[in-house]
């Protein structure tokens, strides 16, 4: 490139104050290839604007400089009117002489000097830049959802509604999640149930929504708009299309487990359904415990089902799918017992999670609804929550607030004293976190009229001695130690990322903070997009959250696919890597250190060598430097660019 | 190890030889054959049998034989090559860096006492190096028999620097290690060489002077770099931009600029085989660049370049808790 | 240990010699300090666990101390020079020597643990412990800070048991086994030892405890002078003897009474072994 | 006295308009190059700039864990430590490289960087790289 021009702008004082335009404008027209140098006091105004179009016109420019704000201001506004002017937008630069020069700096001739110095540097940079031109690429209108619990189900039925294809991939046989599994929900004391199965049998019968229930994400490929996932789908040895969910082979199958959904507290059967609202409406078989499946004999199931559903040959089927944007909703779990140990969680029965208590409390769960403790069945009199057990523990590593277990403790122990009027509750806190709609005042409710006793203390120990369960604790109210008999302890045990996100956001590429949840773009600004275009986040994999949050967030993913798919192509920032074929060595010291996996191989004269994606780059250029030939370089930030800027400074 | 154990050696390897070639296990290997003069050895490429009599194992083999994997590697021959027991290290980096299929190459690693400096015998001797008959050993001392009179000194006086602190065992990556006797197995330790605290004891500006009058003299002949094992681009960067990073003219800033990308660009993957300064034509003393780099490399990430194949290089990965001396 | 406490000294070598365990005394050592700083600054409190941690890197020798205390001071100590270069310079320049933290400092629990096994062991017992009902009592400083001790876990700890069992004796789960049993405090404050000794005495009571196993003599004394003095006060009727576990492993091992010194306890623990004749 | 400054265009470039923006006042001897991330800075960049003569090179980058590029800055990190010490043991005091962790949201910090490069700077005694080192012995 040879024509440049430059043009200095006033912005009114703001420059002109500290930096004598005239002398900028007069340095840098000296230079040989600076045909033109001009100011105007305001360039980004439409008169400015003008002006420099009519310049671009007359002198014929083929780039240009132009000395103002940031480029964080106004790099946009003049790479759009470069385009007008018929250049390439990427052949325009910015030099920052108000916020990192005049704004900063006092003296007069100091920052003249500094200023012509940075304009210099952009005329060099700009002398060898390349026209750059974003690539395009096909969109592939379909969404994936991973996890249906009520995030996830909710991102699904938006993007269905608006009528885009959604596949919506569950691990457990049945879709609802977490929430299928709660009594009530605070604040509002609302049956989970109730609120839930319209939603669960919504997304059953939507026509737009291919419901994968047990199934799993093993592999995804490409990028944004055009990802192809590999899905297991893992063998439930019955045949759905034939089963009416009679439960003929529930009732006869002679083989008793606890399942998962029941906390162990409840029994059920090798065949089984995991609960009577199930979406879908199908049974399973456990594969584990079936005595068929490992020993050969019984069969009971496959002889009495009336629709011969049942098929033992099942296998595991992997399917491929197409896919343009992905939402991660995958849950959370509950922090592991072993952690919990000064607690006596997993050693003694009566001490159970909040999750064991909402079985319980459940009119499908172990006893039918009434409060009764897991040991001897008895109902409890006197009753401990502890909160924050296990969050909010630098020792276990769980540093965090879990968020919603202030609200569900508070919740408990309110439907405990419903249930049981003459019991009395006890509440180990360490703070009470309740921000949120109506939740303060929940809180405050069950305090006031339940008469349960708030204890602001943490738990040291819980043993059992004579039939009870010993809590030793402190009030730091009072200071003082206290002691409780009780006949059961609840834990609101610390929210963990539910298993197996770790290797789905391998596969997603996507990253993880160091508790294992999913990291978020931007934390303020873009707190449901994932550092892989494409993929979004919502629910309980990235952070403890309720359930209002949950479904927010899953309405908040489905707008961001909306306006991904609103589109028929997907541009591409050009200021990617590219490799330069015949230099590269194929060492793959380029690949090490993406973050975006963007390094993929490539077969050239009888070499492996490295080539870039251009669709998953994002232009960090951390590749060039490991690249120890420079055989890869990054476009808009090419190493000649930033030598040339060197040098300029440089300049005496 | 005697100079029997060297004969011993060689006659081992010529017949290692004849059977892989026999067997066509390997299509050509990469050997030590007899040099110009009566001790310089020269890397030769021999691919039949009858070639097999000028293989040579001796204690002047020098040279790393792993540089000559760079080209070819890629042509789907297989290669056998001899290595000592340092220079299987640069063997290992050419596999981790995707230069050379291992399943291309098969590695001898033969038995190594240490390498003598010819250019300290050449010193000591002057003129008369040309009529030395053999250097012959005994358990302290190098005897060198001349017509009239033998002269002994002590060996650790005339063996190369790295060889005096070399700890290296048998590699696991060698196909065949030859070997005499048994050998004493002794866990790798890091030494460095004692002449690098000299250095690091100047000062800042003592040492720039330092460097400087040795960079001063630099040609930019560039055979440091192609001699060199792990500098496998195809294209360095010093020549595919010409004039970007450093001007062409031969001046001490750019000089400095090379040398300095040089040992930052090895760094990590350099395995000290001395051949760098070896051939450089104005004795440069480029491994102390070397030697510091490695030194360091191995104090920050306790890393050493060379020892497995995957063991993945400290410039390639990272660590959130990495110490933060920067604030 | 050559005055005070000679029952932990004699069974624990009679019993090393017995599983062919060989523990060799630190030449010229020093008190280990007992308490580990609670100031971080305070280095000079360092120096002799430092010193002893060298002198086992001289001999080429894991370090094995017995006592609870010792463990942790040297453990700890060890800890802080491997992790910590700053401290570590500092504490070295103290030192004629430079010492890197390379030694390995080992409670005697973990050397039987590791170089017998429980089932090896289990096949040595000569004179079963069956029908004993014994319960650990570990203390505070064999288990915490975890991450620098990483000896068992901190608040279900099973080392004990695993030992116990092995020699027979019926475990007793004792919920108390990590409570504190008011360490120095007993210099000052007698109360607190009391009130401390007393619930976990009760506590024992309630289980049918016949015999409390612990490794750390500052335990073992507090718990029996607590004792007596409840005795005295009528607090508790039934005293619980508290034996070091070297001196149930001799028992086990069949190495006689005599190696175990119970003439030193201010809590008579025959009675209670008599019956296991 | 002539400070290149490398500023990640996501935190501390957008920190130093920040600061900018907040007025805040600093020497007006630094040149911020634009980089997308400081994992792109080529240490011959930085060895270029020294041996042209520049006083010192200061490197900005987001904080540890807050990298744009969710990693790139680690490996800043890792590449600069070695450098550092290279560049020290050719005879450079390692003061003129400094690397310095600034967010977008700390103009302050940007502004107090630069003082204390400066004033490391200044408290260095040796000379710079010579400007005509062939003329030096």
């Known amino acids: 490139m040879r024509n440049i021009g430059v043009f200095v702008c006033w912005c009114g004082l703001n420059i002109s104050r500290t930096v004598d335009i005239k002398r900028v404008v007069e340095e840098t027209s000296s230079h040989p290839q600076v045909i033109c140098s001009t100011d105007y006091k305001y360039l980004c105004s439409e008169p400015g604007q003008k002006l420099i179009k009519e310049i671009v016109k007359e002198k014929g420019l083929e780039g240009y400089v132009i000395a103002a704000c940031s480029p964080g201001m106004h790099e946009t506004t003049f790479r759009e009117l470069a385009s007008r002017c018929e250049i390439n937008p990427y052949l325009c630069e910015m030099a920052n002489i108000r916020e990192q020069c005049s704004w900063v700096h006092e003296d007069r001739e100091e920052a003249t000097g500094k200023a012509i110095k940075l304009v210099n540097m952009a005329i060099e940079k700009v002398l060898h830049n390349e026209p750059l031109y974003p690539e395009s690429f096909p969109l592939n209108k379909r969404a994936m959802v991973i996890g249906a619990g009520v995030a996830g189900m909710q991102a699904a039925l938006d993007i269905a509604d608006a009528g885009y294809e959604v596949l919506l991939v569950e691990k457990r046989p049945f879709i609802g999640g977490h929430m299928t599994q709660l009594s009530e929900t605070f604040p509002t004391l609302d049956c989970a149930q109730c609120i839930l199965t319209p939603k669960t049998a919504e997304v059953a019968r939507h026509p737009r929504i291919t419901l994968m229930p047990y199934s799993e994400v093993e592999e995804v490929k490409g990028y944004v708009g055009n990802f192809e996932a590999v899905i297991r789908r893992k063998a439930t040895f019955v045949d759905w299309n034939k089963c009416t969910g009679c439960a003929i082979c529930i009732e006869k199958c002679p083989k008793k487990i606890y399942p998962e959904f029941e906390c162990g507290l409840k029994e059920g059967k090798s065949i089984d359904m995991a609960f009577p609202q199930a979406v879908p409406y199908k049974v399973f078989i456990n594969k584990e415990s079936c005595i068929f499946l490992n020993q050969g004999k019984c069969g009971v199931c496959a002889k009495l089902c009336p629709e011969e559903a049942i098929d033992f040959q099942q296998q595991d089927q992997l399917v491929k799918e197409k896919i343009g944007a992905i939402i991660v909703a995958t849950g959370y779990d509950l922090i592991d017992k072993s952690e919990l140990a000064e607690f006596g969680y997993g050693k003694y029965k009566d001490v159970i999670d909040g999750m064991q208590f909402e079985r319980i409390n459940s009119s499908s769960g172990p006893f039918s609804g009434v409060i009764r403790r897991p040991s001897d069945g008895k109902i409890p009199k006197e009753i401990v929550f502890i909160q924050c057990a296990g969050s909010r523990d630098r020792e276990k590593g769980k540093p965090y607030c879990s968020k919603i277990c202030c609200m569900y403790t508070a919740k408990q122990a309110r439907l405990y004293k419903h249930k049981v009027p003459d019991g009395q509750v006890y509440v180990f806190y360490m703070d009470i976190r309740a921000g949120g709609k109506g939740y303060e005042e929940f809180i405050y409710r069950s305090v006031e009229e339940s008469g349960m006793l708030y204890l602001r203390g943490q738990v040291s120990r819980v043993f059992e001695e004579d039939g009870k369960l010993i809590v030793w604790g402190m009030d730091t109210l009072s200071g003082k130690k206290i002691e409780i008999n009780a006949d059961m302890v609840v834990l609101a045990s610390a929210i963990v990322p539910s298993n197996g996100v770790k290797e789905l956001a391998n596969i997603l590429k996507i990253t993880t903070d160091e508790h294992g949840f999913i990291q978020e773009a931007h934390p303020k600004l873009k707190p449901i997009e994932c550092m892989t275009r494409g993929v979004y986040l919502a629910g309980c994999g990235h952070a403890p959250k309720d359930i209002a949050e949950s479904v927010a967030q899953g309405s908040a993913t489905a707008s961001k696919v909306f306006s991904l798919f609103s589109r028929n192509s997907v541009l591409a920032e050009p200021t990617v890597s590219i490799v330069n074929k015949d230099e590269c060595s194929g060492c793959l010291s380029c690949e090490t250190v993406c973050p975006y996996q963007a390094i993929e191989k490539e077969n050239y004269r009888g070499k492996v060598i490295a080539k870039v994606n251009s669709a998953l780059c994002q232009g960090c250029g951390s590749c060039t430097v490991a690249c120890r030939s420079g055989a890869i370089d990054l476009r808009g930030y090419t190493n000649q660019q930033i030598m040339a800027e060197l040098e300029a400074l440089l300049w005496k | ?327 | 240990m050559h005055n005070q406490s000679q029952s932990f000294r004699d069974s624990t070598i009679s019993t090393a010699r017995e599983l062919e365990i060989e523990l060799e005394e630190l030449p010229d050592w020093y008190c280990c300090g007992a308490v580990y700083p609670l100031r971080s600054e305070d280095l000079i409190s360092l120096l002799s666990p430092t010193r002893n941690l060298m002198g086992a890197k001289k001999e080429g020798k894991e370090l094995v101390t017995l006592c609870s205390a010792c463990y942790q001071v040297l453990k700890r100590t060890n800890y802080l020079i491997l992790n910590d270069a700053d401290k570590r310079e500092k504490l070295n320049n103290y030192l004629e020597e430079k010492y890197d933290g390379s030694t390995k400092v080992l409670h005697f629990l973990e050397v039987i643990r590791k170089d017998v096994g429980w089932e090896e062991l289990k096949s040595k017992v000569k004179t079963s412990l069956t029908g004993l009902k014994a319960a650990p009592y570990y203390g505070c400083l064999l288990l915490r800070p975890q991450k620098e001790l990483v000896f068992d876990h901190p608040e279900n700890p099973t080392i004990f048991e695993n030992f116990l069992q092995s020699l027979g004796c019926d475990i007793v789960d004792f919920p108390y086994k990590t409570e504190c049993c008011g360490a120095y405090l007993g210099i000052t404050e007698e109360k607190v030892i009391n009130s401390a000794v007393l619930k976990i005495i009760q506590g024992a009571n309630k289980r049918g405890i016949e015999v409390l196993i612990t490794s750390c003599p500052l335990c073992l004394y507090n718990l029996e002078a607590g004792q007596k003095e409840l005795m005295k006060s009528g607090h508790i009727s039934k005293p619980v003897p508290v034996l070091y576990f070297t001196q149930l492993l001799a028992l086990a091992l069949g190495l006689g009474v005599d190696v175990c010194h119970f003439e030193e306890h201010q809590i008579n623990p025959l009675p209670v072994l008599e019956r296991l004749k | 006295m002539e400070i290149v400054a490398f500023c990640c265009q996501w935190c501390s470039y957008a920190g130093a308009d920040l600061a900018g923006t907040s007025r805040l006042k600093y020497p007006a001897n630094i040149r911020i190059i634009k980089i997308p991330c400081s994992s792109r800075i080529n240490p011959t960049f930085i060895m270029r700039a020294l041996s042209k003569g520049v006083d010192g090179v200061m490197v900005a980058g987001c904080h540890p864990g807050d990298c744009h590029y969710s990693t790139g800055n680690y490996f800043t990190r890792r590449r600069l430590m070695v450098l550092k010490r290279l560049l020290e043991f050719s005879g450079i005091n390692p003061e003129r490289l400094q690397l310095y962790w600034i967010s977008a949201a700390e103009g302050g910090k940007f502004a107090e960087s630069v003082k204390d490069i400066i004033s490391k700077l200044e408290k260095i005694q040796d000379k710079p790289f010579p400007k005509n080192p062939e003329s030096s012995p």
């Open chain 2, 1 to 327: 190890m005697k100079n029997q154990s060297y004969i011993e050696l060689t006659a081992m390897l010529e017949q290692k030889i004849n059977q892989l070639l026999s067997e066509n296990k390997v299509d050509y290997l990469i050997v030590y054959g007899k040099g110009s003069f009566w001790f310089k050895t020269r890397p030769l490429l021999i691919r039949k049998q009858t070639e097999i009599e000028k293989v040579i194992w001796n204690r002047f083999c020098q040279f790393n034989l792993s540089t000559f994997l760079k080209p070819g590697s890629r042509k789907g021959e297989k290669i056998g090559i001899i290595t000592k027991k340092c220079d299987i290290r640069s063997v290992v980096e050419l596999i981790k860096n995707n230069q050379i299929n291992k399943d291309n190459l098969y590695i001898i690693q033969v038995a190594c006492d240490g390498i003598i400096n010819w250019q300290k015998l050449e010193n000591l001797l002057g003129a008369t190096v040309s009529k030395v008959i053999e250097v012959e050993e005994n358990a302290l001392n190098f005897v060198i028999k001349m017509p009239e009179t033998n002269i002994e000194v002590l060996k650790n006086d005339y063996l190369l620097d790295k060889c005096l602190i070399c700890d290296y065992q048998q590699s696991f990556y060698a196909d065949e290690f030859l070997i005499t006797s048994e050998e004493k197995v002794e866990e790798i330790k890091n030494q460095f060489l004692p002449s690098l605290e000299i250095l690091e004891n100047m000062s800042y500006e003592e040492r720039l002077e330092y460097w400087l009058k040795h960079f001063s003299r630099c040609m930019r002949c560039y055979a440091c770099r192609n001699v060199c094992p792990v500098c496998y681009c195809p294209t360095c960067m010093f020549d595919s931009q010409e004039g970007l990073w450093i001007s062409k003219e031969s001046k001490t800033s750019e000089n400095y600029v090379y040398h300095l990308t040089r040992a930052f660009h090895t760094a990590t993957l350099c395995v000290e085989c001395g051949e760098c300064e070896r051939v450089c034509p104005v004795n440069i003393p480029l491994m102390k660049l070397n030697n510091k780099l490695a030194k360091e490399v191995s104090e920050i990430f306790g890393y050493q370049a060379g020892l497995k194949v995957d063991e993945v290089s400290p410039f390639k990965t990272y660590c959130q808790e990495d110490s933060d001396e920067f604030k």
